[in-house]
């Protein structure tokens, strides 16, 4: 977005805010009610949707995280507490998990929440095979005996379950009306902090202050989400006072804005990996040495500094140093010549020579488009040709999901639970295997590790399954970013969070929103 079209972002809220009289570029958007103006905050790109069953795009996720909320989530250390559940237990044979609802919740519209919505949103993402259905691959059923208790009951052990449950993204409980009436894909109504009140497309999202809201009303009136993919630009704009908060900040600039005292900075090591995914169901890539050899060309600590100017770690594998997960493993730690060189040989022994890469980039995430080059220069002395197709990125996932790549990049935010970092990505049957990668030995592991209740039996599988992921090179993993974000001064109760979940529920702005 140029820098132009940020004042209008600013006349498309006030369009959106009937409430709004005399809005004018450059002042603070009051959406009344006595809680100070609206939080503007920049994000990088456009949800793609606003079903949060149906999305799997965290720019969606950022914004309705505000809007709904889950069974239970998860806190500053990633440890699951109450939401919508007051508190839980489970049976003895850890195969009944009883939930007791926080009572005098509504939704947006008014309506009570009971345990039958509760039920509603768990059978749609099961019944519909959703993009999070996966998580209850152990569950039997979902019963409401009564309006204020839910029943899991499961077939076995699942001792991931209330990180199942918790991890925001798809999990979300929604309105059956809501649903039914297919105005959640335009006007979702949820039980959050924050409820929609206006899109503007291309420009800006717009929530206000649910002021019944169980934890208590926002500190602010409401949050206006500006899409502004061009990082120079989101941090010119909260230098100026345009917007309040972004996590769109370019990364060469974090050593110089340490200083700056216009702006709060943090950078907070994360639970985020960024990766490379060979398409499998085509040849050559369908041969492990084909893809091994990929592997041993890339240079990861290029594709760091340039992506990320040494705000982020190099890693092999999806977890990273410091996480209880973490397992050791550097395979691919040859580089230059030598590893061009070994990836020689692993071509010459498949009797491969593949000639053109298609490489699917979207501009939205920019470091997918600056490391595309970078490997673009890796693979040229073995002969092979990066094609960059650089598009946006619904159309990104439209040929994620049709398969039409050969390789792409991406990034898998908010993970906690390491099945969270591996089921839905690398077992056969995983919801977001787009690569077409199976092992039988992997997928044994990952499905072991979804029924192990003793934790280091656990972690020693998930370690020998990560192993043999990266081993066959399901993922070329690449590193494991920093959750970078700034904010006006003047914002206050605001947290970075390592999970990348972003909530406003607790921020509040000094009377005038500025500095």
Not at 142 to 154: F, L, Q
Not at 161 to 179: D, E, P, Y
């Amino acid at each position: 977005m140029a820098r132009t079209a940020v004042g209008a972002a600013v006349l498309a809220v006030c369009a959106l805010v009937l409430s709004l009289t005399g809005c004018n570029t450059g002042e603070r958007v009051d959406l009344g009610d006595g809680a100070g103006g609206a939080l503007i905050a920049a994000i990088a790109g456009e949800p793609d949707q606003l079903d949060p069953h149906k999305t799997t795009a965290y720019f969606s996720f950022e914004v309705l995280e505000n809007v709904f909320d889950t069974l239970v989530e998860p806190d500053q250390d990633l440890q699951m507490k109450p939401a919508l559940a007051e508190s839980w237990e489970v049976s003895p044979d850890q195969l009944t998990w009883t939930f007791r609802l926080r009572p005098g919740v509504t939704f947006h519209d008014g309506t009570p929440l009971a345990a039958e919505d509760v039920v509603f949103s768990y059978r749609r993402i099961i019944d519909e095979q959703l993009a999070n259905s996966d998580k209850f691959s152990s569950v039997q059923a979902v019963e409401a005996p009564d309006p204020s208790t839910v029943v899991i009951r499961v077939d076995r052990p699942t001792p991931n379950m209330l990180t199942n449950l918790g991890g925001f993204k798809g999990m979300a409980i929604v309105s059956r009306a809501n649903v039914e009436s297919g105005r959640i894909a335009t006007h979702p109504v949820g039980t959050g902090p924050f409820s929609f009140l206006g899109q503007k497309s291309g420009d800006s999202i717009s929530l206000r202050a649910n002021p019944d809201y169980w934890a208590g009303p926002p500190g602010v009136a409401g949050v206006t989400f500006r899409f502004i993919p061009e990082p120079s630009t989101a941090l010119s704009a909260l230098q100026a006072g345009e917007v309040d908060w972004t996590d769109s900040v370019p990364p060469q600039r974090v050593s110089q804005l340490r200083d700056d005292e216009s702006l709060q900075l943090t950078v907070t090591p994360s639970n985020d990996y960024w990766y490379l995914a060979l398409n499998q169901a085509r040849a050559p890539w369908n041969d492990v040495r084909v893809r091994q050899a990929i592997a041993y060309a890339i240079d990861r600590d290029a594709i760091v500094q340039a992506t990320s100017y040494g705000t982020a770690a190099a890693n092999q594998l999806a977890i990273p140093e410091g996480n209880p997960w973490f397992t050791p493993y550097d395979r691919y730690r040859e580089d230059g010549e030598e590893g061009l060189e070994t990836a020689r040989d692993l071509l010459r022994q498949a009797n491969a020579t593949p000639g053109d890469l298609d490489m699917l980039v979207t501009t939205e995430y920019p470091e997918t488009v600056t490391a595309a080059q970078i490997v673009a220069d890796n693979l040229a002395p073995l002969g092979i040709t990066v094609n960059i197709r650089t598009v946006d990125f619904a159309t990104w996932l439209d040929e994620q999901n049709s398969g039409n790549f050969d390789m792409l990049m991406m990034g898998w935010l908010g993970n906690i639970d390491p099945d969270d970092f591996y089921y839905a990505q690398h077992h056969t049957d995983g919801t977001s295997n787009a690569q077409k990668f199976s092992n039988p030995e992997v997928d044994r592991l990952l499905d072991a590790g979804r029924v192990e209740t003793d934790e280091q039996t656990r972690k020693a599988g998930y370690a020998r399954a990560a192993t043999l992921i990266a081993d066959e090179v399901s993922y070329i993993y690449l590193y494991n970013p920093s959750v970078i974000q700034a904010w006006n001064p003047a914002l206050s109760g605001y947290e970075a969070r390592r999970d990348g979940a972003v909530r406003f529920r607790s921020a509040s702005l000094d009377s005038d929103g500025n500095v």
